[in-house]
């Protein structure tokens, strides 16, 4: 019973396409998060929920939504992929913001 | 705008010898900081946080050392072991992250 998972663990797709990652944690965690890590290895966040609401969106083109149906769950959705997007993407649940993450094991997007 | 930094992209240290990562931050109002380790195809995993009140925790073989008037912490392992070979993150904010430095230890 992983405590942060996310799906798919692999996505090869065609640019232009629209796609999205799932996210769920089993921990009671009040705040979630999207990272992005690059070719560069640099871990960048992109949005944060807490309880189900939007309270970090950090300068993302507005192709990629976030939506939380529940405090446990907060997804990607993204459109119109580019090859810019391909990265691996992390989601990650803290108890409340700013308190230690625990990260899902991350979800390696390849546009082509 | 990195407000966290850390400026050794690599380090390698004999097993059994002390490695020390390095991370500096710009903001002086940051309170807590927290190191994650991170292998190859899986996220990170907390390791080790401090609160600006002290400088200095120790948990195990890893010590995190706090220099609030130099915005700069470190991280120290002792003795280093070969199942530490990893990437190391800084974070302040709870969230934001530093580049990383990959340590190899080896045998």
């Known amino acids: 019973d992983t405590a942060v998972s996310q799906t798919p663990k692999y996505l090869v797709t065609q640019m232009g396409n629209d796609k999205s990652i799932k996210c769920e944690q089993n921990l009671g965690h009040d705040t979630m998060y999207w990272y992005k890590q690059d070719s560069k290895k640099f871990l960048k966040i992109m949005f944060s929920?807490?309880?189900?609401?939007?309270?970090i969106n950090e300068t993302v083109p507005n192709r990629f939504s976030p939506k939380s149906p529940d405090k446990a769950h907060l997804n990607l959705h993204i459109n119109s992929l580019e090859l810019g997007d391909s990265a691996v993407y992390f989601c990650?649940?803290?108890?409340?913001?700013?308190?230690?993450?625990?990260f899902g094991s991350g979800t390696q997007l390849s546009v082509l | 705008d990195q407000q966290v930094k850390q400026n050794s992209p690599s380090l390698s240290v004999q097993e059994g010898r002390i490695s020390i990562l390095n991370c500096d931050y710009t903001n002086s109002m940051f309170d807590y900081f927290l190191w994650y380790k991170k292998y190859p195809a899986e996220g990170p995993t907390f390791l080790i946080s401090i609160s600006s009140i002290k400088d200095k925790n120790e948990d195990g073989r890893f010590t995190v050392f706090l220099n609030k008037s130099a915005k700069h912490l470190s991280l120290h392992i002792v003795p280093s072991q070969p199942g530490d070979s990893a990437v190391y993150f800084c974070?302040?904010?709870?969230?934001?992250f530093g580049a990383g430095t990959r340590l190899t230890v080896k045998p």
């Open positions: 974070a302040v904010e709870g969230m934001r």
């Open positions: 929920y807490n309880n189900k609401e939007l309270i």
């Open positions: 990650a649940s803290s108890r409340y913001r700013g308190e230690k993450l625990f």
